[in-house]
C-alpha cells in the first residue's frame, strides 16, 4: 500500500498524531519531502520538531490539494498550503503558532465554513483576575481561489 510506503522511513514516536494518507504531501514528512513539496517554506524556522501535513477538504475545483503544514512538539506552528495535481506547491499562508499554557498561550482553531472558505479563530489566554481567560481574540476567513491562492476575506 502506498501508505506503508509512506511510513516506512518515519518512526513510530508520535503515535499517530500526524494521521498517514495515500497522497506523498501528507503525514509525517522527512526533508526530502520537505524540500519536495513545501519549499522554502521551513527554512527561517530554528526549532523543527515533528513535522507534518493534514489534508484540509476544501474543494475549488479537482486538481488542487489543501493541506495544513505542521511543525509540532510543545507548540503547533501551522502553514496552510495549496498544490496543483502534481503536487507542486501554488500558495502558502503562516496561520500561527499555538502554544501550551504557561502562565498565557495561544490557541488556534479553524473550520471549514463553505466549500473554499475556512474560519479561524486565534485566541490569547492568560490569568485576569486569577483567572484564566481570554486576553485577546482575532477570527478571520481565508478562501482558496480556483487557481490555489489563498486570501484573506
Same mark, same amino acid.
Given at each position: 500500500?502506498?501508505? &506503508? #510506503? ?5 518512526? =513510530? $514516536?508520535? *503515535? ?7 497522497? /506523498? +504531501? ?8 520537505? &524540500? #519536495? ?5 521551513? =527554512? $527561517?524556522? *530554528? ?7 493534514? /489534508? +484540509? ?97
Amino acid at each position: 500500500a502506498i501508505a &506503508d #510506503q509512506n511510513n516506512s522511513d518515519s518512526s =513510530d $514516536t508520535n *503515535k499517530g498524531k500526524i494521521k498517514m494518507d495515500t497522497l /506523498p +504531501i501528507h503525514g509525517e514528512l522527512n526533508q526530502k519531502q520537505i &524540500d #519536495q513539496y513545501y519549499p522554502k517554506i521551513l =527554512d $527561517t524556522i *530554528k526549532d523543527r520538531r515533528i513535522i507534518g501535513s493534514e /489534508p +484540509i477538504d476544501i474543494q475549488t475545483t479537482a486538481d488542487i490539494y489543501v493541506s495544513m503544514l505542521h511543525n509540532t512538539g510543545t507548540f503547533d506552528q501551522m502553514f496552510l498550503c495549496t498544490h496543483d495535481k502534481n503536487f507542486n506547491l501554488l500558495d502558502c499562508y503562516y496561520v500561527g503558532t499555538s502554544t501550551m499554557f504557561d502562565k498565557t498561550s495561544h490557541t488556534i482553531e479553524y473550520k471549514k465554513v463553505s466549500d473554499d472558505r475556512l474560519e479561524f479563530n486565534h485566541v490569547d489566554w492568560g490569568y485576569v483576575k486569577n483567572e484564566i481567560d481570554t486576553t485577546k481574540y482575532q477570527k478571520y476567513f481565508l478562501t482558496v481561489t480556483k487557481t490555489g491562492k489563498i486570501e484573506m476575506k
